[in-house]
């Protein structure tokens, strides 16, 4: 009777294979991992390590050790990536302010810093101290006047383009990896498919230097979604410390979902929310214990940043806010509406941006990233400097926005007409009538909008770092606050009208406009990216706002809705179909009734499918075979008459095992025969030593029959991570679908081209 590791194909007669060799089981670039075949090694290994427990107490050590090596990885990935993203946030402070002047009793220090520790100047004017100083006060002695503001504005597009230029020097010369926002490529490979160096060193510091310098340089693009990609690198780096992780891509992908989540808690301070996006827009496979180590990872990071206190304010959220007043149910009318124009932005946003990036990549203009670059930073930083709220950093931005009027605050949007007679507490300030500061706050709002949703297009997708998070909560903040404007006002002067009667009386604070502007940038990120429950869950976290989920649920539902009905893809999808990844969405539906046979390979008309017989082919026929094409495996048949499926070989693994079994076995040569059976062959006494190659043929290859439905193998694919499956017929060879074949009729039944799945 044959025991058990010899029906695993594992036996040891006169195989080689029996001591593991070096990048067996490994993958190429760019090409897909198979998901069964490394969770089946996974559970061969750790039965290894329970059986060999019991054996000693210094086994039984390794063992803990190897159970606990995941919870280590986490731990470090939490502490790193927290570090990283505390560094990046002062150095961007710094380098933003450093623009426009610079601390003279400390040059590191940046604006707001260097005024901290001035007790010459009130609270009022906390931000003038005789400490910080302009350019034009350090060089020419002149704080005001044509001639500083003329100096002030050439100093200012001079940083910028600086910045710039160093950003995009350093990312073409020693990591062009480091560009974009990383996002659609990580979804990629938690996916399955392998792009070596992406998430290598060099990746992960030359992206944390650039990142630091194009938020500084004022472009119109956010540190958060590269921050993810900065996480995941740092998971990957520490994958290469255990060999549980190393040698297992199925195994890595599940710390570097973990890693993504940690990378969203510290790019907004929110540890849960870090965990639902990792979960709905990330991850392609997110099992239980993946969830608690995410959770783990995403703590630890939280709580590292928090240590390191990037804001000065003790509080690990961005944009804490602090309303003074409820919502009313009269309010969720115009939620709705900022919800319906967050859809329609992220619509025309992802039109307009996938357009201009297939032109970039079609054109000359591809060809010149760095001149794209600096003109980009040149027009930003000309057209930005002149309005207030475009020259400050987009961060700052949104926080002033999403802040309510207090007493002390000293904004443009907060110069209201105040009753002379008021005698209100100073956090219950009633509405009152706009005065000058708001309407010049509302054209410099609308100018600074249409700035804003124009250039990010042109921005997002250049040979830079670049987030999409912040610019998108920056457009959708700057509406927003400007329809909560528009609603106060109107409820202040028509408080008799039936649908403010009921709530708002003469003298309440009935309506806070920096609500506003947090719902419009839910609703816009919204559109942009098709989060919900993630998007939700973040903005309460970074805002601190519990209490306002209801308006920032109806906002984020509105523009997926909206935004759904032009087209289902979010940004990310469009830029991984844009790069052809062979990427198949858990999202995507298909409802086409074809078959199996309508998609495998050959077809009608071209030459028969490529296989190798188990007992009755030569090593040079197989050299020969794997030179003429360029498949990744071949089905293994009996022989070539009955073409009955024995299993499936790698071509990877076919090219190691030869050239090892060369080096290693005596008496291998070109007319070997090659067999995959557990017996040996018959052969003629005078002929060459046999090799046996059965340790690298997978024995159970998914199959499907012909007849099978496409919408099912469509679902094998997605659920089970295939590379290839092959077609049968009563376990007769008929032909083999993969990944990309799927990936195709799935583009040629969109009306798509189906010849832009071919990523290489």
Known sequence: MVNEEEMNGSGNLMDFLDEPLPDVGTYEDFHTIDWLREKSRDTDRHRKITSKSKESLFEFIKGLLDAWSGWVVMLLIG????????????????????????????????????????????????????????????????????????????LYILWALTFAFLAVSLVRVFAPYACGSGIPEIKTILSGFII???????????????????????LSLGKEGPLVHVACCCGNLFCSLFSKYSKNEGKRREVLSAAAAAGVSVAFGAPIGGVLFSLEEVSYYFPLKTLWRSFFAALVAAFTLRSINPFGNSRLVLFYVEYHTPWYMAELFPFILLGVFGGLWGTLFIRCNIAWCRRRKTTRLGKYPVLEVIAVTAITAIIAYPNPYTRRSTSELISELFNDCGALESS????????????????????????????????????????????????FGMKIPSGLFIPSMAVGAIAGRMVGIGVEQLAYHNHDWIIFSSW???GADCVTPGLYAMVGAAACLGGVTRMTVSLVVIMFELTGGLEYIVPLMAAAVTSKWVADAFGKEGIYEAHIHLNGYPFLDVKDEFTHRTLATDVMRPRRGEPPL????????????????????????????????SERLI???????????????????????????????EDQPELPTNSPHPLKLRRILNLSPFTVTDHTPMETVVDIFRKLG????LVTRSGRLLGIITKKDVLRHMAQMANQDPESIMFN
């Open 79 to 154: 502490l790193l990536a927290g570090t990283l993203a505390g560094v990046i946030d002062l150095a961007v402070d710094w380098m933003t302010d450093l623009k426009e002047g610079i601390c003279l009793s400390a040059f590191w220090y940046s604006h707001e810093q260097c005024c901290w520790r001035s007790s010459e100047t009130p609270f009022e004017d906390r931000y003038k101290c005789p400490q910080w100083q302009k350019w034009s006060e350090l060089m020419v002695g002149q704080p005001e006047g044509a001639s500083a503001y003329i100096l002030n504005y050439f």
């Open 196 to 218: 070596r160096g992406y998430l290598g060193k060099w990746t992960l510091l030359i992206k944390t230097v650039t990142l630091v310098l194009v938020v500084s340089s004022g």
């Open 412 to 459: 443009q949007l907060c110069d209201y007409i105040n009753d002379p007679n008021m005698t209100r507490t100073v956090d219950d300030i009633p509405d009152r009538p706009a005065g000058p500061g708001v309407y010049t706050a509302m054209w410099q709002l609308a100018l600074a909008l249409i700035f804003k949703i124009i250039i990010t297009i042109f921005t």
């Open 647 to 677: 299993g499936f070989a790698q071509r990877r693994e076919l090219i190691l095992a030869i050239k090892n079994a060369r080096k290693r076995q005596d008496g291998v040569v070109s007319n070997s025969i090659l067999y995959f059976t």
């Open 610 to 641: 490529s296989v190798l017989t188990q007992d009755s082919m030569t090593v040079e026929d197989i050299e020969t075979l794997i030179k003429e094409t360029d498949y990744n495996g071949f089905p293994v048949v009996v022989s070539k008459d």
């Open 504 to 506: 708002c009386r003469p």
């Open 722 to 725: 295939l590379r290839q499956c």
